[in-house]
């Protein structure tokens, strides 16, 4: 299973960026699978900031809610997160995930800078 992050890039505070995920490999149960996205700053502990269900209910971080979105489309295989109002505590690598059954992709790089 590969997962292949995508849309980072470097924002000023209060923009917005839109980071993408596309899974492909042995992916037939890939509408079953909770998804999430991880991200990990520079000295600190990776945070899983919003994840999905197979049913599309999502959970967030308190310090992305109201400002984050995660969505999926299962007929494309693929799990988005819509990041608004950036700060600069936002800049991390963010990593796409399936929670279950546990499987990571390479990050995408967010830098939240003026």
């Known amino acids: 299973v590969q997962l292949q992050a995508s849309g980072g890039g470097s924002v000023q505070p209060g923009g917005s960026l839109r980071l993408s995920c596309a899974a492909s490999?042995?992916?037939?149960?890939?509408?079953?699978?909770?998804m999430g996205w991880y991200r990990q700053a520079p000295g600190k502990q990776r945070e899983l900031v919003a994840s999905?269900?197979?049913?599309?209910?999502?959970n967030y971080a308190d310090s992305v809610k109201g400002r984050f979105t995660i969505s999926r489309d299962n007929a494309n295989n693929r799990v988005y997160l819509e990041m608004n109002s950036l700060k600069r505590e936002d800049t991390a690598v963010y990593y796409c995930v399936a929670l279950t059954p546990n499987y990571w992709g390479q990050g995408t790089q967010v830098t939240v800078s003026s």
């Open positions: 999905i269900t197979r049913d599309g209910l999502t």
């Open positions: 490999g042995s992916i037939f149960w890939f509408s079953t699978w909770r």
